[in-house]
């Protein structure tokens, strides 16, 4: 059974950094691409940044480049988001995603998958 779980989430305040985990298993990690969405309390989930097998390429939107980095480690099967800067507009639960394929820096496809999900929340 695959299973990705997220770690790393708290309330922060604004300025701060934060690192968020997502822990792979039941999966080949290596062979997938992975990112990570987030949803905001009464929005849709949102593409933030993703990373190609290897590491080599990654790719970010445009609300957190700069201030976010993704980064891989194969060997433990983990992926993560170092966040830095936070502000209140980065208040959301982040998703975990790995995905067969990864077409356009951020559209997953192939088999996927999800993980449940942590929490971040940036207030004074």
């Known amino acids: 059974e695959v299973e990705l779980v997220e770690s790393g989430g708290a309330l922060v305040q604004p300025g701060e950094s934060l690192r968020l985990s997502c822990k792979a298993s039941g999966v080949a990690f290596s062979g997938y691409a992975a990112g990570w969405f987030r949803q905001a309390p009464g929005k849709e989930r949102e593409f933030v940044a993703a990373?190609?097998?290897?590491?080599?390429?990654?790719f970010y939107s445009d609300s957190v480049k700069g201030r976010f980095t993704i980064s891989r480690d194969d060997a433990k099967s983990a992926m993560y988001l170092e966040m830095d800067n936070l502000q209140g507009e980065d208040t959301a639960v982040y998703y975990c995603?790995?995905?067969?394929?990864?077409?356009?820096?951020?559209?997953?496809?192939?088999?996927?998958?999800w993980g449940k999900g942590t929490l971040v929340n940036v207030s004074s």
């Open positions: 995603r790995v995905a067969q394929g990864l077409e356009g820096g951020r559209n997953f496809y192939g088999v996927k998958y």
């Open positions: 990373i190609h097998r290897g590491g080599s390429d990654t």
